[in-house]
DNA sequence: GTCAACGTTTACGTAAACGTCAACTTGATC
DNA sequence: GATCAAGTTGACGTTTACGTAAACGTTGAC
């Protein structure tokens, strides 16, 4: 078939893109704002390739894990420039690692501060059952805040 | 002694808060815009008494716990327009308790960034391996930038 | 007397990643 | 031909926690 969506010739409207990976137009304009994407056009409408659609799927990735746009495009420009790819894929290896061990370290900082909140919250809690057991407010109540959570503010997590 | 530290009268500059809490005047100006502070003056300089320092305190360990600077109010509000102080500590708990489930979902998703992360790097160190070994940056390499981030930037982890 | 060191206020700057208008064009449809 | 959906380009708004001058007053040391 003609439209198959695997052949390399196939294109991509700003809203295909944006409901396939779950982003809104505005962002894909900033991101080609930034040079991060650059479709092709068709009169004024943008037109996505199929590299393009690539491009994007490694910004997201890219994000998923915490980089800023701006690091995200040295990577990407990398690509480009680059023939064999091997130093850009050195570079990003580099880029990786790094954000890992930054990652690691943001985990210790959560670690301290749950620390600090369980030490205040057990304070609490003995006080309040001392003095005013009827308002200490019960775990269970939580579980409604915890379902509300279930569907994923994955980003949240990563400095937004 | 008159001076001695303990005695309520005592009252503080700017300066000696800072200095003891490792603040900025700027920052403690600041949160008194915020209305978390309100110190007396004496002229135009500001006279800090015994509770604002503790509130001071209040607000950098609510900081260090990662709470927004308008949540901190909200709980110091309570402290002032409550005569027991057990409704403030029932409201006090359950914002701890909402700050420690957001924590512990913030360490879930730093986890998945990091499995992530490590897939794409080994990855990265396979193809690398193959094709160009010379450049494939020896995990050594990272001795220095850990190293360089031994002083704490334990906040950063906190969204900010 | 004058310089440094501290204090004050007002107010603009910063960084990130878009959201949110507003105003307009284009193509398709009834 | 009027309308409608979807696209476009600016450009300003949002959020947080201060930093950073600018311009000025007060006090103590020398």
Not at 20 to 38: I, Q, S, V
């Amino acid at each position: 078939m003609l439209a198959d969506l695997r052949r390399p010739e196939r294109t991509f409207t700003i809203r295909q893109l944006c409901n396939e990976f779950k982003a809104t137009p505005r962002a894909l304009r900033f991101y080609e704002d930034k040079g991060l994407l650059t479709p092709a056009r068709e009169g004024l409408n943008r037109v996505y390739s199929h590299k393009d659609r690539v491009r994007l799927q490694l910004i997201l990735r890219g994000k998923r894990v915490g980089l800023s746009l701006s690091e995200i495009r040295e990577l990407l420009d990398l690509y480009d420039e680059n023939d064999d790819g091997a130093a850009q894929m050195a570079r990003s290896l580099k880029k990786f690692r790094e954000r890992a061990t930054a990652l690691e370290q943001q985990r210790e900082d959560i670690d301290g501060a749950l620390i600090e909140l369980r030490e205040a919250c057990a304070r609490l809690e003995r006080r309040l059952a001392e003095i005013r057991p009827d308002l200490l407010p019960r775990a269970a109540d939580y579980d409604q805040v915890l379902r509300a959570r279930l569907d994923g503010h994955a980003d949240a997590a990563l400095g937004k």
